[in-house]
């Protein structure tokens, strides 16, 4: 009797998973599905703006002080010492000086006249009055910085499959193109 009762709870216990696996086999009966074929399939776009490092460089001219060419104390053709210019300068000067005024005026002017007739021979044999003052030249130099400019960029973000089912036209979107659609079909009571 033992070896009956073994038996009659396997078999028992058989058809209690036999009718669980029909059941979950069956649990979705009320339903069905069906395939439509895709007839073309359209990439899908998203415009992304973003800001990409840009390095520009330009050359800038600049103005710059000439310290070496006509500097009045390096320059080989200032000469310091006194010539026959600057003696004619003087008496030219004091001459002209010598027109102005009446006895003491006079020689005051015959002197201021000789000292300015002498600075005037003076600076014309040294290039001018303060020539190492007024010259320049010009310097042109490379600039570079970072210019933040705006890209736009075009991704691929899917593909819109097109299909035709019951003669209306529809679409799915998905990563990559497909060549048909799972549809499926609930029944309701």
């Given amino acids: 009797m033992i070896k009956l009762n073994n038996i009659s709870n396997i078999i028992k216990k058989t058809f209690l998973a036999g009718v669980l696996f029909t059941s ?4 979705g009966g009320d339903g069905f599905h069906d395939f439509a074929r895709v007839t073309y399939s359209e990439p ?3 415009y992304v703006y973003e800001n990409v490092p840009n390095r520009v460089c330009e050359e800038v001219r600049y103005k710059v002080r000439d310290n070496y060419g006509n500097n ?4 080989s053709n200032y000469n310091d010492s006194l010539g026959i210019d600057t003696l004619i300068g003087t008496a030219a000067g004091a001459v002209l000086g010598s027109q102005i005024g009446k ?6 002017a ?3 006249g000789g000292l300015l007739g002498a600075k005037v021979a003076h600076e014309i044999r040294n290039d001018g009055p303060n020539s190492y003052n ?6 042109t130099r490379t600039e570079c910085y970072d210019r933040p400019q705006r890209v736009e960029r075009k991704m691929l973000t899917g593909y819109k499959n097109y299909f035709f089912y019951n003669g209306e036209k529809h679409f799915k979107i998905t990563q990559r193109p497909i060549k048909r659609v799972k549809i499926n ?4 009571f």
């Fill in 24 to 27: 979950a086999a069956f649990a």
């Fill in 44 to 46: 899908i776009y998203e």
């Fill in 72 to 75: 009045r104390y390096n320059s």
């Fill in 103 to 108: 006895g003491n005026g006079r020689v005051a």
């Fill in 110 to 112: 015959q002197i201021v």
């Fill in 134 to 139: 007024n010259s320049y030249r010009y310097e």
């Fill in 185 to 188: 079909h609930r029944i309701s």
